[in-house]
């Protein structure tokens, strides 16, 4: 069973940064999509970014792209996650899931709280 552990979000001010980690237990990382969704208080889950096993064509929702960059260390089997010029819209938990056949996310971490002031 994989498990994923989301790390390194917390307060900050508009415009600052972000590193955001996932860090998934199991020998299974290398072989799957992996992508980061968010929650704000209030709004359904919104798909960030993701990135294909190989670390090659990401993809980003268009409020993002730009500002936040997705990589993977698949000897680490850690994803990340960098939040640059972030504004309080940004606000929300954010998530790492794991891509299978489909489309679909079959296995999510629990989030990690962003919150950026203005």
């Known amino acids: 069973q994989v498990q994923l552990v989301e790390s390194g979000g917390g307060l900050v001010q508009a415009g600052g940064s972000l590193r955001l980690s996932c860090v998934a237990s199991g020998r299974t990382f290398t072989n799957y999509q992996m992508a980061w969704f968010r929650q704000a208080p209030g709004k359904d889950r919104e798909f960030v970014a993701r990135i294909p096993w190989n670390g090659g064509s990401t993809s980003y929702a268009d409020s993002v792209k730009g500002r936040f960059t997705v990589s993977r260390d698949n000897a680490k089997n850690t994803m990340y996650l960098q939040m640059n010029s972030l504004k309080p819209e940004d606000t929300a938990v954010y998530y790492c899931?794991?891509?299978?056949?489909?489309?679909?996310?079959?296995?999510w971490g629990q989030g990690t709280q962003v919150t950026v002031s203005s």
């Open positions: 899931a794991r891509g299978i056949i489909g489309g679909v996310y079959d296995t």
